[in-house]
């Protein structure tokens, strides 16, 4: 597609309940990176993944979260028993590469809303 | 000290007036600077990457300064349309990977 995907735009879930949450990078960017953003907040990285290089975890919050990536295609991001502090936008952006020089290009974004 | 900071703001500008944000970065080894704009409720867009030499792409030019470790954003002849946070964004070198680094954004009104 022309731009990175995301669905759903919008979650509501129950607080306990897992929850997945998809994205489709660019076609031919390599580089993959998930973010949260809270309600009048700045962004917080998550994870990325570039090529078949191990991915960088060191921003995921709790061993709650985890996040795979198919290739260089789809990645998901998954929340298991949400808590309301998970309430956020969730981003998902590509680059041609991860590397200097290269900036993102980021999806709509996923409304998770625990209730 | 944050990685990356930003005055939040908001700066209230009349139409056609010139404004200047600044943003700080603490990794003095960091790499790769640009500035995003994010519009209420919605994703983040590049608008512009700051180059060591200066980067103007119309009425928008981004400045590095190394030795002080901040850069800048000065945008000329502001329109209402350019009401919007401006997100700096900062590559610090960390173990090779290349997680960039968002400030909280500092708010622009521009208000007729």
């Known amino acids: 597609g022309a731009g990175v995907s995301q669905s759903p735009s919008n979650k509501v879930t129950e607080k306990g309940k897992d929850v997945e949450l998809r994205c489709d990078p660019i076609s031919g960017h390599t580089a993959l990176y998930w973010y949260r953003q809270r309600l009048g907040q700045g962004l917080e990285f998550l994870i990325y993944f570039q090529g078949n290089s191990a991915p960088d975890k060191s921003g995921l919050p709790s061993d709650r979260f985890s996040a795979e990536r198919t290739g260089e295609s789809v990645s998901t991001l998954t929340i298991q028993r949400t808590q309301q502090e998970d309430s956020a936008v969730y981003l998902c952006?590509?680059?041609?590469?991860?590397?200097?020089?290269?900036?993102?290009?980021f999806g709509s974004g996923t409304r998770l809303t625990v209730v | 000290r944050k990685e990356v900071e930003q005055d939040p703001g908001p700066f209230n500008v009349p139409e056609g007036a010139t404004v200047a944000f600044n943003c700080t970065y603490s990794?003095?080894?960091?790499?790769?600077f640009f500035w995003y704009r994010q519009d209420c409720r919605k994703e983040p867009k590049l608008l512009m990457s700051?180059?060591?030499s200066g980067n103007e792409d119309g009425r928008f030019t981004a400045q590095l300064n190394r030795a002080s470790q901040y850069i800048s954003l000065l945008i000329r002849d502001s329109k209402l349309s350019d009401s919007a946070t401006y997100l700096c964004v900062v590559n610090p070198p960390t173990s090779g990977t290349y997680k960039y680094i968002f400030g909280t954004g500092t708010r622009l009104k521009v208000l007729a």
């Open positions: 700051v180059y060591s």
């Open positions: 952006a590509s680059s041609p590469a991860a590397g200097m020089g290269y900036g993102y290009t």
């Open positions: 990794n003095s080894a960091s790499q790769s």
